[in-house]
């Protein structure tokens, strides 16, 4: 090669560096035209489904409310333990302050189920406070209340309508329910309102609601409230010696507490094989796996004899790219519609929990993975960095992890997906691993 024409490649060379760039999406792919020797291989795992045992549920975005009747999963109900604070100023109400009516408004940020059914509120005031120094609640927790449901006309029906604007006071509010409380529980609140100069005096005399709701509709339906927006609130709407019209109104704000109760019946309801999994710990002739959002149920994924495997390269192994492939049983399902996303719990040898280091806030969006693929109907999870650590015993890994629905205290959701032992007829659905590997 003539000196000219070397300079020339060079050149080539340094103009087309800074155009270079890594594509996460493309590691391990076109195996045949590797240069490094890729080669390719799928793993069977073992898995079954588990009770999802602790979730911390306290001030999440949103919170749940509602009764689900699913066929698979059975009877679960959502309940909500809220404090209610001052919205700006000190309330005061004046003289001789008479309540007018009293309005719970929830603002609606979602649905799950059918937005027919009727669902019927119950509205109680705690006993108890909510604890502002340990505010660590989960989806078992409760805590005390009076009997006394607050409703102003109990057993009404209220129906979800997350796409009807409301007309209030000339204003077109987006979708929210207004629950009617009785009078004379606002005229208490007025009553003693005189020293409430600050939220923790309020929270003396009125320390939070507990809302909950049950539903005979054959599917019922949970939905989403935003518990932070404006437009929920406990308002109370009077009339004093200076003329009507006023009202004020205590919010369940960021500075307060609120946390979900998920209760599922011990999944008395559910159907035989969800049962036979959870309840029984039968892990045995398993073709059908679960997945539930709310605290519900999760699977428990393990990798028997991958160590194996690769210690016959004595660690001289690099992974390039390995995929969890997840398929949706019920891809066309109507009402009890897939997770948009699923993401995995690593476990640690001490039982702990954490992040599988794929799932980084640094990685490059996509990369991880997780997202429902429509047209395929399954979800693939990026595992690549965790299983090069599982296979070298670093890491601090047991040899399994969980996965689970990703927001799975902000959304309800399940999922029926494929074992590793699928039917016969649909061996492309099968749980398991895609591995893309190098050895040196």
């Known amino acids: 090669m003539t000196q000219l024409k070397i300079v020339a490649l060079l050149l080539a060379l340094i103009v087309c560096l800074p155009s270079c760039k890594k594509d996460y999406n493309s590691i391990g792919l076109n195996m045949e035209d590797d240069l490094l020797g890729t080669t390719m291989e799928t793993f069977d795992v073992k898995a079954w ?44 109400f004046g003289e001789e302050a008479f309540v007018d009516s009293v309005v719970l408004t929830l603002q609606t940020a979602s649905y799950y189920g059918d937005t027919t059914a009727a669902l019927r509120f ?22 005390e209340h009076y009997d006394d449901n607050l409703l102003n006309s109990p057993g009404t029906g209220y ?8 007309p209030i006071n000339g204003e077109i509010l987006s979708p929210h329910l207004r629950i009617r409380l009785r009078p004379d529980f606002g005229q208490r609140l007025i009553d003693e309102s005189s020293d409430w100069y600050t939220n923790e005096a309020l929270l003396e005399d009125f320390k939070g609601l507990y809302i909950t709701v049950s539903s005979n509709h054959p599917t019922g339906c949970i939905f989403a409230c935003n518990m932070t927006s404006s437009l929920s609130g406990l308002t109370i709407y009077y009339h004093n010696t200076t003329g009507d019209g006023y009202s004020y109104t205590f919010r369940p ?20 094989d969800l049962r036979r999994q959870i309840i029984n710990h039968d892990t045995t002739n398993i073709s059908r796996l679960y997945l539930q959002s709310m605290a519900g149920v999760r699977a428990r994924i393990g990798f028997p004899g991958i160590r194996e495997r690769f210690s016959v390269f004595d660690n001289k192994v690099v992974i390039n790219r390995a995929e969890l492939v997840i398929s949706n049983c019920n891809p066309s399902e109507a009402v009890f519609t897939h997770p948009s996303g699923l993401s995995v ?14 799932d980084d806030m640094l990685s490059p969006d996509g990369y991880f993975g997780g997202s429902y693929n429509a047209s395929k109907g399954e979800y693939r999870i990026r595992i690549t960095q965790y299983l090069q650590q599982l296979i070298l015993n670093q890491g601090n890994y047991a040899d399994y992890f969980y996965l689970i629905v990703k927001g799975s205290g902000i959304h309800a959701s399940r999922l029926e997906f494929h074992s590793s032992t699928p039917d016969a007829l649909l061996p492309d659905k099968k749980l398991r691993v895609e591995v893309a590997y190098s050895t040196y």
Do not use: C, W
Not at 63 to 86: I, M, N, R, W
Not at 159 to 166: A, G, H
Not at 345 to 358: E, F, H, R, W
């Open 159 to 166: 129906q979800i309508r997350p796409n009807t604007t409301l």
């Open 345 to 358: 719990q690593a476990v640690m040898k001490d039982g702990s929990l954490y992040y599988i280091p794929d």
């Open 253 to 272: 704000s960021e500075s307060g507490i609120s946390y979900n109760n998920y209760n599922h019946y011990g999944y008395a309801d559910a159907n035989q």
């Open 122 to 143: 119950e509205v109680y005031e705690l006993s108890e406070g909510l604890s502002t120094t340990d505010n660590k609640y989960y989806n078992y927790s409760t805590t």
């Open 49 to 92: 489904s588990v009770l999802y045992d602790t979730l911390s549920t306290t001030n999440m975005s949103n919170q749940q409310l509602g009764e689900l009747h699913d066929p698979v999963f059975g009877k679960t109900t959502a309940s909500v333990y809220a404090q209610f604070l001052q919205s700006g100023s000190t309330p005061s």
